[in-house]
Nanobody, 116 residues
Framework: QVQLVESGGGLVHPGGSLRLSCAASRSTFTFSAMGWYRQAPGKERKLVANIISGGSTNYADSVKGRFNISRDNAKNTVYLQMNSLKPEDTANYYC??????????WGQGTQVTVSS
């Protein structure tokens, strides 16, 4: 069973930054994609950003230019650098790793709150 352990969430003022980390229990090379999703109360979980095995990345329109996803294969870790945070970025952020199109794994989630 794959374990994904997220860290780095917290409370930040608007305009601030946070970096989320997701440590996987096996090599990131074994996943076809890894990414971050977020879910606000009463809303569905949505993709924030992902990174494909070849290195290409995808971002939700709402975070383009502010968030950056990266991967450290030596540490089996994926990061999400979040800058210029807005109140609407407040959500529980989940790490996802896909072994294939139909086999995926989730972390437990880390809360990000953007508030003054």
């Amino acid at each position: 069973q794959v374990q994904l352990v997220e860290s780095g969430g917290g409370l930040v003022h608007p305009g601030g930054s946070l970096r989320l980390s997701c440590a996987a229990s096996r090599s990131t090379f074994t996943f076809s994609a890894m990414g971050w999703y977020r879910q606000a109360p009463g809303k569905e979980r949505k993709l924030v950003a992902n990174i494909i095995s070849g290195g290409s990345t995808n971002y939700a329109d709402s975070v383009k230019g502010r968030f950056n996803i990266s991967r450290d294969n030596a540490k089996n870790t994926v990061y999400l650098q979040m800058n210029s945070l807005k109140p609407e970025d407040t959500a529980n952020y989940y790490c996802n790793a896909q072994s294939s199109r139909i086999i995926g794994y989730w972390g437990q989630g880390t809360q990000v709150t953007v508030s003054s």
